[in-house]
């Protein structure tokens, strides 16, 4: 026995098995759902890369759905992506400060961590 959004969803005509008409006026009654930051940022940009609405109301209703996930994600600002290599729990680190103490350790060892390789690529 169906229940929730598949009673719903039976109850509305729909063109075939795989289509639902969302312009149908069952599903215009609005509903709240929580979502936290990083669910509607990666919501809201898998349906900006990949909408592609055909025909004047469908167009419509997405620019609603892009233009109502952009409203709530602009209210309070987004932690930006630092640049560069990230420390786990936070910050940036040192990488000038990071070799300085690789080579003193090298000098002290007589180990080296050159990486680069021996024999030129493809020989």
Do not use: C, H, W
Not at 4 to 15: K, L, T, W
Not at 44 to 64: H, K, T, V
């Amino acid at each position: 026995m169906p229940d929730g959004d598949e009673a719903v969803i039976d109850e509305v005509a729909v063109d075939d098995a795989s289509q639902i008409n969302l312009l149908d006026p069952a599903f215009q009654e609005e509903m709240k759902i929580s979502l936290t930051r990083g669910q509607s940022i990666f919501v809201y940009r898998i349906l900006e890369a990949n909408i592609r609405p055909q025909g004047f109301e469908m167009i419509e209703f997405s620019m609603d759905l892009l233009n109502r996930f952009k409203t709530v994600l602009e209210s309070e600002p987004t932690p930006t992506v630092t640049d560069g290599p990230v420390v786990i729990g936070g910050g940036t680190p040192d990488i000038e400060a990071f070799k300085t103490e690789q080579a003193e350790k090298a000098a002290e060892t007589g180990t080296s961590f050159d990486m680069s390789p021996k024999n030129p690529l493809g020989e």
